[in-house]
């Protein structure tokens, strides 16, 4: 190799090392979700949230992750418990994982939708983007539950303009060997797939706070 194109390799990777190991200037993702997020069934540092926290300090970013998912939460009761969760910790991204739990007790998808969009206003009042991560029930609870169920996700992205993974266990979910014995809640090995879906929004989130 000639020596300019050697000086110009040099200087690729020098870029590329510092722009990898860019001081991110947000203050912490705050994590607020039920069962899934809370590693139901697993010792939590086996969570998808745990090993969001390790793949940032992976990538040389010093970004706390606060996990306040409550195993069995509906979306009133994260709603509830947001107010004083934005205050204590002051984040700089919100990822919201609920609704689960709406929809195994049939309840209401308007309100459920009332709920999480009340939730994205007071993130964005606190001055922190949103990840909307989205879920399904099971064929079930008939056509018509299932449908308006997932259209509350949908509706919300537009509305609120916020990101969406329109399906957090896309891959793991209904994969026997991803999945604990009661068939809703993905074990060890299912928990890199909850990550890999809910990653992509969250690292164009990073790639902006450089």
Known sequence: MKPWRNCLAATLLSLLTLSAAAPVSAQG????????S???GLELERGWVSQLQA???EQSVELPVVNASVSGDT?????ARLPRLLQAHEPDLVVIELGGNDGLRGLAPDKMQQNLSAMIDAAHAAGAEVVLLGMRIPPNYGVRYTKAF????????????VTLVPFVLEGVAGVPELMQADGIHPNAAGQPGILENAWPPISDWLVKQR
């Open 150 to 161: 997932e259209q509350v996700y949908r509706d919300l992205a537009e509305q609120q303009q």
């Open 29 to 36: 993702i705050l994590i607020v979700g039920d069962s899934i």
């Open 75 to 79: 979306t009133a009761g994260g709603l």
């Open 55 to 57: 793949r940032l300090r």
């Open 38 to 40: 809370a590693a139901f």
